[in-house]
């Protein structure tokens, strides 16, 4: 197929055209341990493609390094017909230099180029206008200029690419070699101060809104403001989404085993398919959210912004200014955590900030939390007189997931700066013009978010979810307690023995790594009691009569803040590092920590 | 010598050279972005307790921080 390649810097409203060109159906492809994405689609009888963002052909990071690496091979496969430069057409000095960039690489490979002078709405509005004929004379390759917001000239550029594609030679009239840098900068400075509009007209309403969201009182009361709406957002809204895709998956959970009737297909079909993949679907509404929110933040330009007032305090810890939303959505899920953390400029910096999230305490950790608190503390205790004192436990909870977390991320920071100092990407930060986002490519993120997240975690939890239940079911109709697995928790318990629990524990911490609030069920199970979920404060009387020393529930509970017993983040760490050593490796790390924290509280308390 | 992060909100300046400490990926991103010998730069906004900068260079609105804004040199008139 007839390929048509869409290349241009950040923020250049690429991504728009791309879908005004393409519609929504759109197939976006992955890269391990990277955040390149390539968006394919279709327009006509040919295959579109979306490069991401570009400043330059000379890469900083890894990142751009593949994206560059992807573009070469794109321009120099014969099956592309035609590059498309997109400039900002409010911002032609900084787009040219890369649109120039590509068009030499273009040539060198025989390939038609053509500028697309995208929002010139933007600069009409200004009452200014782009002489597009002179600049095309001078750039020896049509250009067209359009809004693929308001749509304007967007019909005739549509009209006029299968008459581009099909040109066979390629007039151009750039001198400039590739690998000659200075020239392409001071070319673009030379048909922008030509045929550019001025600075200050552009940046003008940009710099007023800074004024007040930059500011330091304002600015930061409309952080936090906005901050606690999207953690709104993710922890109370997702809600009914998630209650609604729970009920969803049980209703069809019991309509399918009820048809089956009782045996083994049932009980593997209820507990793991829809109970151990089913539940993992719950969180796919909560990463579309947290998704959508994001990506308003991220096209209206305001996480740039966040990131800048962010930096300074978390750069103590070796983490980016865009590590802050990261890890504030940590703390309802780790896995659209992870997935927000693509936005961090430095690679070493978003993996630190992706190896350290699961230390947040995300909302699955709040049932085991609940339980033991309420086993560990009386409902009436206070402390220093004022203050709930299983609040405060909650409290200190999060803020020791917090603390752990910080104190993990200077610890990598320090052990891996040597050594990559030199290929790190310095915090070098556009500040896009705040615009409205178009529901459009948001929208594609969002779905494109829920399918990457399926595709990706779906067979590392079927399998985990398959031994489990394996493990748990047989020999048949034993029982939990007398299952393989139980057998497997009674030869372990020596291993549990130093965190003063017994084999139950074990097993309901084993069967906990599924999703960490299996743990109240599995342990209720243990106890003799059905639907414990539901009834945490019955459970929590039993094990208190059943008697757990004060050290050990405190270990328990120090235990669960640190410890990665979540396959889904598993399995999501691996797709984005790219290495499952890393995963794994994490998954015993945060283990072996929580096992020797545990061990000293149960020791010393 | 006066560098960028010497530079006070509301001030501006004419960018000299930049220090070659930097890697030359750096210092060439830099120089893609507008930094180059002759530019003027204006200073948006500074942060409290040294956090990232904000400057105004050609068409583009950027924010640097310390390690990176240090490296650039400023012509001494402005």
Request: glycine content about 8%.
């Amino acid at each position: 197929m007839e390929r048509i390649v869409l290349v241009g810097k950040p923020n250049c409203g690429k991504s728009l055209l791309f879908n005004q060109l393409t519609g929504l159906r759109q197939k976006v492809a992955n890269f391990p341990g990277v955040t390149v994405e390539l968006k394919t689609g279709q327009f006509n009888q040919f295959e579109v493609v979306d490069f991401p963002g570009t400043y330059s052909l000379h890469s900083l990071s890894k990142d751009e390094e593949i994206a560059v690496e992807k573009l070469n091979l794109a321009v120099d496969d014969h099956e592309t017909k035609l590059v498309v430069c997109v400039l900002d057409a409010a911002r032609l000095e900084r787009s040219l230099v890369f649109a120039l960039q590509v068009q030499a690489l273009a040539r060198r490979n025989n390939k038609a180029v053509v500028f697309v002078l995208n929002m010139i709405d933007e600069v009409e509005r200004y009452g200014l206008q782009i002489d597009a004929d002179a600049l095309q004379a001078e750039l020896g390759a049509p250009v067209y200029a359009l809004s693929a917001k308001t749509l304007q000239g967007v019909s005739e550029f549509k009209n006029a690419l299968p008459e581009l594609v099909a040109q066979t030679t390629v007039p151009d009239a750039l001198t400039i070699q590739l690998g000659e840098q200075t020239k392409f900068i001071e070319r673009a400075r030379q048909l922008n101060a030509a045929y550019g509009i001025r600075s200050d007209v552009v940046l003008k309403n940009q710099n007023r809104i800074d004024r007040f969201l930059l500011n330091n009182v304002l600015g930061g009361v409309a952080f936090l403001g906005i901050m606690f709406f999207l953690f709104q957002s993710i922890f109370t809204w997702a809600q009914p989404l998630m209650d609604g895709t729970e009920a969803a998956i049980g209703w069809i959970a019991s309509t399918v085993t009820g048809w089956l009737g009782a045996g083994m297909a049932a009980d593997f079909l209820n507990d793991a398919i829809f109970g151990g993949v089913g539940a993992f679907l719950v969180f796919v509404p909560q990463i579309m959210v947290l998704t959508l929110i994001i990506g308003i933040l991220e096209d209206s330009g305001y996480l740039a912004r966040a990131a800048l007032i962010c930096h300074k305090p978390l750069s103590l810890f070796g983490l980016s200014g865009r590590s802050f939303i990261p890890y504030l959505s940590g703390h309802a899920c780790a896995i659209p955590a992870i997935m927000a953390a693509r936005t961090i400029e430095s690679p070493r910096k978003r993996l630190i900030t992706m190896l350290t999230i699961p230390l947040m305490s995300c909302s699955a950790r709040l049932p085991v939390y609940a339980l033991l608190v309420a086993v560990l503390i009386p409902s009436d205790a206070t402390f220093l007189g004022v203050f709930d004192l299983q609040g405060a436990a909650f409290f200190g909870l999060y803020f020791f997931g917090i603390v752990m977390a910080l104190v993990v991320s200077t610890l990598m920071n320090l052990f891996t700066r040597k050594r990559h100092e030199l290929n790190d990407m310095p915090f070098i930060l556009e500040l896009p013009s705040y615009r409205l986002p178009h529901w459009k490519p948001l929208l594609q993120r969002v779905l494109n978010s829920g399918v990457q997240f399926i595709k990706r975690a779906a067979p590392v939890i079927f399998i985990v979810s398959l031994c489990l239940w394996t493990l748990g079911y047989f020999p048949q109709g034993a029982g939990l307690e007398h299952s393989l697995l139980g057998k497997i928790g009674h030869f372990i318990e020596p291993i549990f023995e130093p965190l003063g629990l017994d084999w139950r524990y074990g097993v309901a911490i084993m069967m906990s790594f599924l999703a960490r609030e299996v743990f109240v069920g599995a342990l209720g199970t243990m106890f003799g009691m059905s639907g414990a979920e539901e009834n945490i404060a019955g459970l929590a009387a039993q094990i208190q009569a059943d008697g757990l020393s004060l050290g050990a529930g405190i270990g328990l509970l120090l235990f669960y803040v640190v410890a990665l017993q979540c396959v889904a983040t598993v399995a999501m760490l691996r797709a984005e590092t790219g290495k499952s050593r890393i995963a794994w490796g994490l998954y015993v790390g945060y283990g072996v920590l929580a096992y020797c924290i545990a061990a000293l509280a149960a020791h010393i308390i | 010598m006066k560098t960028l992060w010497d530079l006070a909100a509301n001030q501006s300046a004419v960018v000299d050279t930049i220090d070659t400490q930097l890697t030359t990926s750096v210092i060439s991103r830099l120089e893609e972005m507008g930094f180059s010998e002759g530019q003027c730069v204006l200073c948006i906004r500074r942060s409290p307790f040294k956090g990232p900068l904000v400057v105004q260079i050609g068409d583009c609105v950027y924010s640097l921080e310390q390690s990176v804004a240090d490296k650039i040199n400023l012509a001494l008139a402005s």
